[in-house]
């Protein structure tokens, strides 16, 4: 919005386009892990960092792993909720061929926002198996410098044994019934 609006009115829509497009594919989100694409509301991919061969191409029916129409949800829901709303899908990872999306598809969720001036849907999104691991590793690392007293400590094991967090950093990543075995 900042550029085209300190642009508009001075400069031609195409080239305000181009330096919209090249700033938001330059962007990257969540550590590095996120980025930004844009489809119009007649579901053409205008840009995306990562199916540059796509550009151009109606993904009216572009389909995910669970039988979604993805372009069709970023555009209903953008324009449904002009401040922007979520989308859940299934989309391959960037380093897998975009061509096996369906095969190898991990569930995201993603924010898309339509963009009046271009008639343009703005969406970035994560992969939900990656911001769970963030939100896991965040916690745990708040739980481990929680302590009571000069020797009391609190530790965490998943369900299935295996040591998150511990005082004893050598028995983190171990199986908790494979060390009584061992004791």
Same mark, same amino acid.
């Given at each position: 919005?900042?550029?085209?609006n300190?642009?508009?009115g ?9 330096v ?6 330059a ?10 694409w ?7 991919l ?6 540059p ?8 029916d ?7 129409k ?14 922007g ?5 299934y989309w391959?990872?960037?380093? $897998?061929?975009?061509r096996?999306?369906? =095969?190898?598809?991990?569930?995201k !969720? *993603?924010? &898309?926002? %339509? ?6 849907i ?7 198996? $990656? ?5 896991r =590793?965040?916690?745990i690392?708040? !739980? *481990?410098? &929680?302590? %009571?007293?000069n ?5 965490i ?5 295996i ?10 990543g171990?199986?908790r ?7």
């Amino acid at each position: 919005v900042a550029i085209h609006n300190g642009m508009a009115g001075r400069f031609p829509d195409k080239e305000i386009q181009q330096v919209i497009i090249r700033a938001l594919m330059a962007e990257r989100l969540l550590d590095g892990r996120g980025y930004y694409w844009i489809h119009d509301t007649s579901y053409r991919l205008i840009a995306h960092p990562y199916r540059p061969e796509s550009i151009g191409r109606n993904d009216f029916d572009l389909t995910d792993t669970q039988g979604q129409k993805i372009a069709q949800s970023f555009v209903r829901t953008a324009t449904d909720y002009p401040e922007g709303g979520f989308v859940n899908y299934y989309w391959s990872r960037p380093e $897998d061929d975009e061509r096996y999306h369906i =095969e190898k598809g991990q569930q995201k !969720i *993603a924010y &898309v926002k %339509y963009f009046a001036p271009y008639t343009w849907i703005i969406g970035a999104g994560d992969y939900v198996a $990656d911001a769970d691991n963030i939100a896991r =590793e965040a916690a745990i690392r708040r !739980i *481990a410098a &929680v302590s %009571y007293g000069n020797k009391g400590y609190v530790f965490i094991h998943t369900k299935e044994g295996i040591c998150l967090n511990h005082a004893n950093k050598e028995v983190i990543g171990k199986n908790r019934w494979e060390l009584r075995k061992e004791a």
